[in-house]
């Protein structure tokens, strides 16, 4: 025999079903802005936008929308940082971002990029001096000098070098986007 069901079951179990579907509507709304903040990353690191464009775009949204589309447009911006586009990307996220605690990791953040972009620099140039030392040592010891060597100067500098560096602005970016994240 089938068991009758109370008011009170049966609306409990109506609750339960519209309290998930509440939550799985929040959790969709929350991955349409974090899919938002991550196209707009996107095209702002291909420079498809630019940082003014950028903060409009965030600005357009409603509050609480625009808040969450910020968040995972800086840290998506965070993801993308390397030596070669750091300025940029900050910059991107500082516009996002202009609470003093995000400014301090932000200059934080330049400031190892920088240091860290000079001494890569540094070292490329010795590593290719160095090179460039021993091929014209080489090129003596055959008997090659003057004028055939003039235009000898291997620029490429070792995938090492920048390897290292790489792994050394891994730990400041991973720490921005935790920042940016939390």
Same mark, same amino acid.
């Given at each position: 025999?089938?068991?009758v069901k109370?008011?009170l079951?049966?609306?409990?179990? #109506?609750?339960?079903?519209v309290?998930q579907?509440? $939550?799985?509507?929040?959790?969709?709304e929350?991955?349409q802005?974090?899919l *938002?903040?991550e196209?707009l990353?996107?095209?702002?690191?291909?420079?498809e936008?630019d940082v003014?464009a950028?903060r409009s775009?965030v600005?357009?949204?409603?509050?609480r929308?625009?808040k %969450?589309?910020?968040?995972?447009?800086?840290a998506?911006l965070?993801?993308e940082?390397?030596?070669e586009?750091?300025d940029?990307?900050l910059d991107?996220?500082?516009?996002?971002r202009e609470?003093?605690?995000a !400014? !301090?990791?932000?200059?934080?953040?330049r400031?190892a990029?920088r240091?860290?972009?000079g001494e890569?620099?540094?070292e490329?140039r010795?590593a290719a &001096?160095?090179?460039?030392?021993?091929?014209?040592?080489?090129? %003596? !010891?055959l008997g090659? &000098?003057?004028?055939?060597?003039? $235009?000898l100067?291997p620029?490429?500098?070792?995938?090492s070098? #920048?390897q290292?560096?790489?792994e050394?602005l891994?730990g400041?970016r991973e720490?921005l *986007?935790r920042f940016l994240? $939390?």
């Amino acid at each position: 025999m089938d068991k009758v069901k109370s008011a009170l079951e049966i609306a409990l179990e #109506r609750s339960q079903r519209v309290a998930q579907q509440a $939550g799985s509507g929040r959790e969709w709304e929350e991955q349409q802005h974090r899919l *938002v903040g991550e196209n707009l990353a996107r095209r702002y690191l291909r420079q498809e936008i630019d940082v003014r464009a950028l903060r409009s775009a965030v600005e357009r949204q409603p509050d609480r929308a625009g808040k %969450a589309v910020a968040k995972a447009a800086t840290a998506a911006l965070a993801r993308e940082i390397r030596l070669e586009n750091y300025d940029r990307l900050l910059d991107g996220i500082a516009a996002l971002r202009e609470d003093e605690e995000a !400014r !301090r990791w932000l200059e934080e953040t330049r400031r190892a990029c920088r240091q860290f972009a000079g001494e890569l620099a540094a070292e490329e140039r010795e590593a290719a &001096s160095r090179r460039a030392r021993r091929a014209q040592e080489e090129l %003596a !010891r055959l008997g090659i &000098s003057g004028t055939a060597i003039a $235009g000898l100067n291997p620029r490429k500098a070792g995938e090492s070098l #920048r390897q290292v560096w790489d792994e050394r602005l891994a730990g400041i970016r991973e720490r921005l *986007v935790r920042f940016l994240e $939390g």
